[in-house]
Every structure is written in structure tokens, then in C-alpha cells.
């Protein structure tokens, strides 16, 4: 492993108009997280110490997104779109000090894996002033080519509208992620110029620029999978569909039994524990954890939520944030949980909401049970007790708190505090009139009229 310093600056100031989307491209989101933060996360995974971010006028979603995730990030804006040598340029001021390496990568790029990107860094080590990021591509059309010498080594970038007839032949690609040596890189930069087809300052010159001057560059081989760009909702599709296939990869590895991986729908920050068992049609948002011999039962929805050892979820289940399970807890079909913690073994197995809650260990909430937590203005708690047994169909107005051991009779609506192993009925109580229904029927019967 290298001791240099690391930096890396991330383009991010194209206009994306081919997404037709009000939002800026690189906020687009990938396995439930932004396309541009999946690209910070690289930079924070490869040690660099320093992140900025070049956005174009009018992009303060992107500079709020870098804001909130990178808080010591600096966004430069690219007033006028010249190009990607341009675009770096526009940094100008975070390369007063370079790191050592500084690493040079698109906000529409997501896919690119911190091993294609430390391979890079071990070029620059390798005392090359560039080193670029190719790939294979199975139609390299649009793609500059990297033009090597019989040996292999790179000489040169061509961008596809100034290639020539053979050089467009060539399927070795740049992928766009290049990576420089902190103490040249101002230099090849301030030598591109843009004397070429698209009149546009190409980062790719500094390539035969660093060439010319007698420096080494480098060529690394990434996949095509991990580079590609994202410009249109068919390639945020494509991508999302590479994402998913390594994240349902890296479970299965992780010991995770999935009936139908294919059908598994996992946030890039997933956790699952091994002997976790998911059934088909299962959906996974952003913080989701899964303990030691849980299942996820088919077509659940899932985000923000704990799930301990062993519990079972769904069928048809929906755990919103701030939901917690403990060990052996249940939670059955059609059953909503939000922002509320089940202790061990507590059971809430058939259409529940249950909201803004505690519910003790051991504790059993009957179907229909509802949590009334909202009164149009606030939310209130619900807290149940440990062994206590909610009757099917019972509403708990909160605030209220149900003490241990208590039982609540069905189709009650329990607005006061109920105490330790009582019992509280609220509800109509039952009466009965001995013959008042054969009587009615009678008296109905001989009324009706005749049908014609
Ligand atoms: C670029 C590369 C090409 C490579 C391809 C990979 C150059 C000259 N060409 O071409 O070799 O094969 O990517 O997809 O670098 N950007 C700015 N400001 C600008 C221009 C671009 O921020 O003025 C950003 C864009 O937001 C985008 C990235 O740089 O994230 C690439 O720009 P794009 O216009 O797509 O470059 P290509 O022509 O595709
Ligand atoms: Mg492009």
C-alpha cells in the first residue's frame, strides 16, 4: 500500500438534459443513495483526505448533497461548460497544495471500485505523472480510444471526433477517471489547449502533453460494467441492475439464503447477517440491518430498520425507519411498523400499525391493533409493557402506556393508562333480547309485498 497523500476532484457540471429531469443528473439515485454520494464514498474508501466537488450554475441541490455528506468539501462552480480540462481548472485553488495523487472523477460515474482506483494510485507511485482508467468496450462509438505503441504503452487520448478512421477501430476506451501526480498535474493543465474538433479544453491531452514532456503515464484496465456513465433513466436503470447483481453477489457470499435473488431489492448500505433467509420480492431501502437467522418473508418493504436474531418479517410486511426488533420478535402480514421497538419474542402477527411505540418483551399485539399516535398536530407514544396482550381490534389513543403483564380486552379503545396485570375493557357492553330477531323476522315477513 502506498504512503502518498490523496486527493480527488469530482466533475459534476454537466447539464444531464437528456435525463428530462428537473433535478440535477448526479442526484439520481442508485441502491437508494444519490449517484454523486456512491462517488464520495469511493473517494472516502481510497483515503483521500480532501474531496471537492465542480458543479455548473445553478446546481445548489448538488452543493447542499456535498454539503450535508462531506462537510469540509469545497464546490467550485464552472461557469461556462469548455470541457473536462477546463472543469478541473476550475478548482484551480485546491490544487495550491496537491496531494501527492489526485484523482480526477465523474459525479455520473458511480460504479468505479476503489480496486481499479488504488491500482491507479500504484501508477503514480510507479513515479507515472497520469494514469487512466481504460476499459474494453464492446462498442467503443463516442468514446475517446487510447492509442498504444506496439509494447502496449500508452502514448495518447483520442477524443472519437478527432480520431481517425483506424484509430476509431481501437476498443480499448478511457473509462474518464484519471488519476495525476500532485506535482505536474497544474502544469499539463494549464498546457491543453483546444485546438480540436469540439473546440473544448480535453483533460485527456495532458496524456500526450506529459508524454511529450518525458513523463511516464499509465494505463490501467477496469471492467465495463464499473464504468459506466450514466446520461438517460435507461442507463440509471442499466447501472441499477449491475449494482444489485453485486450486492445480491456479496450477500449470498456473506452466507444469505435468497430464494429468487433476482427478485431482492437491496440499499447499497444493507446489512445482513449470515443465515438470514429472504424470500422472493423483497425490498431493502437505505439503513436497513439484519441479524443471525432472521426471515424476510416475500413481498416485504423495508428501510431504516434493526432486525434482530431470528425474528421473522412478513409476509407482506412494512417496517419503516426507526423500527427495532429484538431477538425472536414477529412481525406478520400486513402489519406496519414505524419508529418503534418490539422486545424480545414480542409478537404482532396479523394487520397491525403499530407507531411511535415500545412493546415489551414477550409482549402479543392482536391483529387490528392500532396505535392512534397522530392527533392532526403531534405525534404521541404508545408504550405496551413486557408480557402484556393486546385483543384483536383494539385502538391505544397515546399517549398511553399499557403496564406489564396487562390484558386488553378485543375491540377495546383504550384511552386511559392501563396498570400492571389488569384488565381494561373499553368498549359497548354486550346485551341480548331472548326471541328479538325471530320476532322481526316474522313481523318483516308477513309485511312485504308480493313481488309481480
Ligand atoms: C469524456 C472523455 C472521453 C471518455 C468519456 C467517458 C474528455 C475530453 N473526454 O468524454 O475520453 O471516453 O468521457 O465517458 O475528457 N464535465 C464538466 N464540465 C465540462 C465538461 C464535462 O463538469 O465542461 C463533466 C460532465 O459533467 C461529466 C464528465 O465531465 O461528468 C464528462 O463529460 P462529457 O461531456 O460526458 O465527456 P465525453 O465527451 O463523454
Ligand atoms: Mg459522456
Known sequence: MTERTCQAIILAAGEGTRMKSKHPKVVHELAGKAMLSHVLALVKAVGASRCDVVVGPDMAPIADLVKREVPDAQIYIQTERLGTGHAVL???????????????????????????????????????????????????????????????????????????????????????????????????????????AKGEYYLTDAVE????????????????????????????????LIFQRNLREKALAAGVTMISPDTVFLASDTELSSDVVIEPNVFFGPAVKVGEGATIRAFSHIEGAVIGDNVVVGPFARLRPGTKLGKGSKI?????????????????????????????????????????????????????????????????????????????????????????????????????????????????????????
Open 90 to 196: 476550475a478548482a484551480r485553488d485546491a490544487l495550491e497544495a496537491p496531494a501527492d495523487d489526485v484523482l480526477i472523477l465523474y459525479g455520473d460515474t458511480p460504479l468505479v471500485t476503489s480496486r481499479s482506483l488504488e491500482k491507479m494510485r500504484d501508477g503514480l507511485a510507479n513515479h507515472a505523472a497520469v494514469a487512466v482508467l481504460g476499459f474494453r468496450a464492446e462498442d467503443p462509438g463516442g468514446y475517446g480510444r487510447l492509442i498504444t505503441d506496439s509494447d502496449g504503452n500508452l502514448l495518447a487520448i483520442r477524443e472519437d471526433k478527432d480520431a481517425t478512421t483506424s484509430e476509431r477501430e481501437i476498443n480499448f476506451c478511457n473509462s474518464g477517471v484519471m488519476a495525476f501526480d500532485g506535482k505536474s498535474i497544474l502544469t499539463l493543465l494549464d498546457s491543453i489547449g483546444k485546438e480540436n
Open 209 to 240: 502533453i506529459a508524454r511529450n514532456r518525458g513523463d511516464k503515464v499509465a494505463a490501467i484496465e477496469g471492467s465495463e460494467d464499473e464504468v459506466l456513465g450514466i446520461n438517460s433513466r435507461a442507463q440509471l436503470a442499466e447501472a441499477e
Open 332 to 452: 406478520g402480514n400486513f402489519v406496519e411498523v414505524k419508529n418503534a421497538e418490539f422486545g424480545e419474542g414480542a409478537k404482532a402477527n396479523h394487520l397491525a400499525y403499530i407507531g411511535d411505540a415500545q412493546v415489551g418483551d414477550a409482549a402479543n399485539i392482536g391483529a387490528g391493533t392500532i396505535t392512534c399516535n397522530y392527533d392532526g398536530y403531534q405525534k404521541h407514544r404508545t408504550e405496551i409493557g413486557h408480557g402484556a396482550f393486546v385483543g384483536t381490534n383494539s385502538s391505544l389513543v397515546a399517549p398511553v402506556k399499557i403496564g406489564d403483564g396487562a390484558y386488553i380486552g378485543s375491540g377495546s379503545v383504550i384511552t386511559k393508562d392501563v396498570e400492571s396485570d389488569a384488565l381494561a375493557v373499553a368498549r359497548g357492553k354486550q346485551i341480548s333480547r331472548l326471541g328479538w330477531a325471530k320476532n322481526m323476522r316474522e313481523k318483516m315477513t308477513s309485511n312485504k309485498p308480493k313481488n309481480k
